[in-house]
Nanobody, 124 residues
Framework: QVQLVESGGGLVQPGGSLRLSCAVS????????MGWFRQAPGKVREFVAT????????DYADSVKGRFTISRDNAKNTVYLQMNSLKPEDTAEYYC?????????????????WGQGTQVTVSS
């Protein structure tokens, strides 16, 4: 069984930065495509970023391109989301997700495993 645990959320002022982490338990982390999603109150969970198994391929939602960076450390079984130039509209619960032996995916329905989420609030 694969378990995902997010951390690193919090309250930050507009223009600030945060780095989210997602620690993945179990073996063969390097065989999982990973993604980050977010869900604001009253809204649908939306795609943020995805990264391939070896980290060589990434994709981002248009709303975060140039501001967010997804990365992974396969030796540490961890995927990261570096968030810069944060805006109030980035406020949401952020979730990481995993899918075994797949190309990068932007569709939340294609992911098999999910974490419990970490809250990010951008406010002055």
């Amino acid at each position: 069984q694969v378990q995902l645990v997010e951390s690193g959320g919090g309250l930050v002022q507009p223009g600030g930065s945060l780095r989210l982490s997602c620690a993945v338990s179990g073996r063969s982390f390097s065989l999982y495509t990973m993604g980050w999603f977010r869900q604001a109150p009253g809204k649908v969970r939306e795609f943020v970023a995805t990264i391939s198994r070896n980290g060589g391929n990434t994709d981002y939602a248009d709303s975060v391109k140039g501001r967010f960076t997804i990365s992974r450390d396969n030796a540490k079984n961890t995927v990261y989301l570096q968030m810069n130039s944060l805006k109030p509209e980035d406020t949401a619960e952020y979730y990481c997700a995993a899918r075994f032996l797949s190309a990068i995916i932007t569709d939340r329905g294609e992911y098999t495993y999910w974490g419990q989420g970490t809250q990010v609030t951008v406010s002055s």
